[in-house]
């Protein structure tokens, strides 16, 4: 059969990036409390080709990543990248895993407990002299309105919001970590299970910590800036208005 | 050229909805206070077949569509669907029209304005003897909980609601009295532009109108049972909570 | 403290259901070739409320939901129910569990393998005299356009299409068993990984099979109706159309 | 009534981004063929705060969109960005509009008419110094599989594909132009609105032109560079492949 991919491409264009998308995947992922967690993947697979060649081989991106998905770390997604570059002729691979992490959470006074959600992702960018390495969360927290408080005689407008960060770091960095900083970022974290005495603590700790979306993000930062690990991170946080029917949005880049 | 669609089927199966899906089309809506709004629409249109045909004829939704989209209306939705039966030989035809729908908002204090959005949808459904038709709202409001106010010592965690309302009607409903409804069955109502002194105003008037989602779905009952006009209704409300992770919801059903 | 959601109410409007929506949590379902799956899971879950009452006790949903996260099957959903209709003092119970799901697949010439995802639900209603189960699966499937292979010299339009089967059943369905139903009755099914000797074949194999929606869903119609278990179903094809920015969809829905 | 935002804040971390996010709000923009086009956008718009003060104003960001949203142009962005720099003292501003475009497009034979639609997105970043503007369409369009076309007997898996274009440029630029450069890089361009002469010629055309995500890109890349106006770009292109439950892609970044 002939090898379409493999013929001489005559535009002389090479392309930055070529491979599969949102290909969606059981994968197992490490984990500080309980080694490795079970959860599902929707994963992006790219390398780049050089200008003479018509195609890449897209069935090779699922054999590899096929190989690693029941042992997916921040580990050995470098390896991973290498035999991309390796079987598929290419001097760069980049790969972004997204993925549901859970986390057991005891409710602040009760200790009632239950499983948390967060939105993580892998993401790694490499090629023959250096690898570069994103970890990313989205994680729920509270944000209760500063200046709503300040100038109502009672009250104070709150509301869900979502704190993104992503982390570039020297050795190793636990996904649980970083979704610290966020949790203790914001007015108050989020839990899935609340009892009646839980809810009142909540209530009372967000309003004795009332924060603009710019607090939240200046809170992380001096957290994330103080993790000698992390070299460069950027930090958004986006408050999903009770007043409104928009966002207020406010975004730290920081490179150490 | 051959027709296909036209072919006798022998499998002796009838279809009950066979059209087009998601078909994102410019629009222009009847409007209380300017006459005409434009806007953009996703719509679906569907009729039966009869178990003797192999296939319907796509284009024809196409075209019959794009002869109305720029003077939709619900009285004009009868005519559609009975074009839509009449040239697609259908006994019954319906149809679902999506689209974003703005209302110029003032501030509660100082008047300030702004266009405000909601999701808004015609729905009809026809055949020989009869036809159907639903107005639908999703409506963004405020609910503050009235448990976290009454066991605290100060505060109570409020967030971002919508309000969904779906009602079948004798003769004409304006959107904007549905939407009316929503709005003032929550904690409070969402503005597009607030400044200080309107957000002090809505933050102590949701703080005075604590409402779980049980209670605002029953105060827009109550409302939708009084008008008259309204003989069937369904309201859902969703609280994107800000202290958990998921919704709380609420859903009450009414046939007068 | 004060039991605010259990105060009398006075505007005397039961609510048909109220609880929680979009919960995140791990799951682990009965797996017809490997015993167990671990996935992820959005979960609603709803009770109905007496007109007496103000409010539901949403915390104990997900407590209840809790004990059962890691053995979740058809068969103990109605158990699950049963304890929601118990501890939240009510007459009906409704829930819904939307998971991806995944079956390992080999292409069909070479003998790959990969895993494929599909989108399942298991829904269940429960009140003090029956239950009603609905197994749902959306699964991908190739569809090739007959109109178009009949009229062109050569080629044919052809995309990917999704299957949505939903299923009323007496006593158990293997999921697998249902999406094998959808896999089979489209122009060719998808595979998560093809070699070249695959895409020749799948490549044909469509073009040897040309269907349109209507046809699709009259295929799965009766291998759903074959199926003894099964007393109603409901089936819908919606084809990615690769000429148009919009969908073709096709419906049919059955009572035995 | 105090001015919590204008407080002195102590952390000393500079803000990159702060401002208001998914605002929906009707706009008027340019339209080559019509004049102004009337749609719906979902706006972003942020400006840097310096490390000293505590908050932005957000209000001050609908208030300045409000005076321009019926008539968006790439023109007078720049003119925005420079009222946001001025009315939040900022030194930089960015922006991004987002909105459903639509094009009346006749079918190939027939002539048939119906409109189109693209997702289309203007943005600006501006500082003291200079601005940088990006206009940016997603546009539908068909890809045949070469290798698919080459091994097989007959037939050829074919979808919906979507290419993305990003654009700089000195002056200006239609969006009908950059969406012109999409539909022509592909197997074939979709339309609205087909009939069977119409679906005989796009079948056989696409069947003429095969396409790897690849060769699309290249394609793209070659019209976009001989755009003289144009100083870099980035296509990317996403095949919702036929035969797969993932998508192949492609990416061109191009600095001139």
Redesign the interface.
């Known amino acids: 059969?002939?090898?379409?991919?493999g013929w001489i491409?005559e535009?002389q264009?090479?392309?930055?990036?070529?491979?599969?998308?949102?290909?969606?995947?059981?994968i197992a992922v490490l984990d500080k409390d309980n080694e490795k967690?079970?959860?599902?993947a929707e994963v992006?697979m790219?390398v780049d080709?050089p200008k003479e060649y018509?195609?890449?081989h897209?069935?090779r991106f699922?054999?590899i990543f096929?190989e690693y998905?029941d042992k997916i770390t921040m580990g050995n997604l470098i390896e991973v990248l290498q035999v991309m570059r390796e079987r598929l002729n290419a001097s760069r691979a980049t790969m972004e895993v997204k993925f549901?992490y859970?986390i057991k959470k005891k409710a602040p006074v009760s200790g009632?407990?239950?499983?948390?959600?967060y939105q993580c992702a892998f993401i790694g960018d490499c090629n023959e002299d250096k690898g570069e390495f994103i970890l990313k969360v989205k994680v729920?927290i509270?944000s209760?309105?500063?200046?709503?408080k300040?100038?109502?005689?009672?009250?104070?407008?709150?509301?869900?919001s979502f704190m993104t960060i992503e982390a570039k770091y020297k050795e190793f960095l636990w996904l649980e970590d970083i979704i610290r900083v966020a949790e203790t970022s914001g007015s108050?974290e989020?839990?899935?299970?609340?009892?009646?005495?839980d809810?009142?603590y909540?209530?009372?700790f967000?309003?004795d910590h009332p924060a603009?979306?710019?607090?939240i993000?200046?809170?992380a930062?001096?957290k994330l800036i103080d993790i000698e690990e992390i070299t460069w991170f950027r930090v958004q946080v986006?408050n999903?208005?009770?007043?409104?029917?928009?966002?207020?949005?406010?975004?730290?880049?920081h490179q150490k």
């Open positions: 059969m002939k090898d379409v991919q491409d535009r264009i090479a392309i930055n990036k070529v491979g599969i998308k949102s290909l969606k995947y059981p967690q079970s959860t599902v992006d790219y080709l018509k195609g890449t897209m069935s699922i054999e096929n998905h549901p859970f009632s407990e239950g499983w948390m959600d729920p509270t209760l309105c500063p200046c709503s300040e100038i109502s005689a009672y009250g104070a407008h709150n509301q869900r108050c989020l839990y899935p299970l609340l009892k009646r005495v809810e009142k909540v209530t009372e967000a309003y603009f979306a710019e607090d993000v200046r809170n930062a001096l986006e999903i208005e009770s007043i409104h029917n928009h966002s207020a949005y406010a975004c730290i880049e």
